[in-house]
């Protein structure tokens, strides 16, 4: 076992052992390869530089409370890569080969797998990119598929702490884009500067809104954003959200507890009617907001008034994170151990 301070351990990149490579030539995918080096080389014409044809996925495994080694949903970052792989015109690999190389990814790298009741977890990366040398704006025909890990704490420095939030109306620099239903690095490259600013004035993330009528909420920093109302778990639907493997998750649990799910568009003015509101993603499971602030019309809604999450969204937390850590019986078949 590596020798980390699992229960301080923030969320960043560290070497780890070892990470898993595919590459796809001459119209065909190759053997999974086992790699010791962090580096990549490649032509300096590489698509993935110049047009950013490129794509990431962000999934994570747990210590179990029984000692097992638990990755969650993998399947389902493998249909998203191919999503996003479709969008920019890239290959993508088919979903045995996605599942297969980040099990052995994780598998070459236990000894990085934080121990079960540290709160930390393995964060897996698998990276898709075009590799192929081209100048004229044209999809490679050679890829690299890639899966690195590394272990990570809390998102946000708060943990499960409710955290505040400021409403971001310059949609030029927002993440989505238009583009937010794939996940690809350009999205993420232009939040950079919103964050930044958001970080300065002491903010954990941002709100952004709809590009056309800045009327509607659209995701919350790199995580999708959800509210509770009554019996009724509400989370905006728009195309420019990345469609959010654990809200997916999330609003299954909210029916199994018995909450009604409101999947529609979401006003920016209908936050003062809402009881809870959060966001969730695999890096940031589930966040409870404390408050969210729009300076333009110099508003602030606030929410855990006590400085705690509401009821509803810590019952969600701990069904997820049980299910996660094996504490619970996985139902709903998300888990795969290794
Ligand atoms: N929204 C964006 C823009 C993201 O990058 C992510 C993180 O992957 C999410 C939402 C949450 O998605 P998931 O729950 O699949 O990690
Ligand atoms: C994730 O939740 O996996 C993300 O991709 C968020 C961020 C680290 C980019």
Redesign the pocket.
């Known amino acids: 076992m590596e020798n980390f301070d699992w229960k301080n351990l923030g969320f960043g990149y560290h070497d780890t052992d070892y990470n898993v490579r595919c590459c796809y030539r001459d119209g065909k995918w190759g053997e999974l390869e086992t790699h010791t080096d962090p580096n990549v080389t490649m032509s300096m014409a590489a698509t993935c530089l110049h047009y950013g044809q490129e794509s990431f996925?962000?999934?994570k495994a747990f210590t179990g409370k029984s000692g097992d080694i638990r990755i969650f949903r993998p399947d389902?970052?493998a249909k998203?890569m191919q999503r996003s792989a479709e969008y920019i015109r890239m290959v993508a690999p088919p979903t045995d080969l996605f599942v297969e190389a980040v099990k052995k990814a994780v598998d070459l790298n236990r000894r990085f797998v934080p121990p079960y009741g540290t709160g930390a977890s393995l964060y897996i990366r698998p990276l898709l990119i075009g590799t192929g040398a081209q100048v004229g704006v044209n999809p490679s025909n050679e890829y690299l598929f890639l899966v690195f890990v590394t272990p990570v704490g809390p998102y946000f420095k708060s943990g499960f702490g409710p955290i505040d939030v400021i409403v971001d109306r310059d949609h030029d620099r927002a993440?989505?884009l238009g583009t937010?239903h794939v996940?690809v690095g350009g999205?993420?490259a232009a939040?950079l500067e919103s964050n930044h600013l958001a970080h300065k004035k002491g903010f954990s993330t941002v709100l952004f809104l709809d590009a056309a009528e800045r009327k509607y909420i659209d995701?919350?920093?790199?995580?999708?954003f959800f509210a509770i109302r009554g019996n009724s778990y509400i989370t905006p639907v728009s195309h420019s959200?990345?469609?959010?493997?654990?809200?997916?998750?999330i609003q299954q649990l909210a029916l199994d507890m018995g909450l009604a799910i409101e999947a529609r568009r979401v006003e920016l003015a209908e936050l003062p009617s809402f009881d809870e509101c959060g966001n969730?993603?695999?890096?940031?499971v589930l966040t409870p907001i404390a408050r969210i602030v729009d300076e333009t019309n110099n508003k602030v809604y606030e929410f855990a008034k006590d400085g705690k999450a509401g009821k509803i969204t810590t019952q969600l937390y701990e069904k997820y994170r049980a299910i996660q850590l094996g504490e619970a019986p996985d139902i709903h078949h998300w888990i795969v151990t290794i």
């Open positions: 996925e962000g999934l389902e970052n998203r993440a989505p937010g996940k999205n993420y939040s995701e919350c920093g790199a995580a999708n959200i990345l469609p959010s493997i654990t809200n997916l998750s969730c993603g695999t890096a940031a």
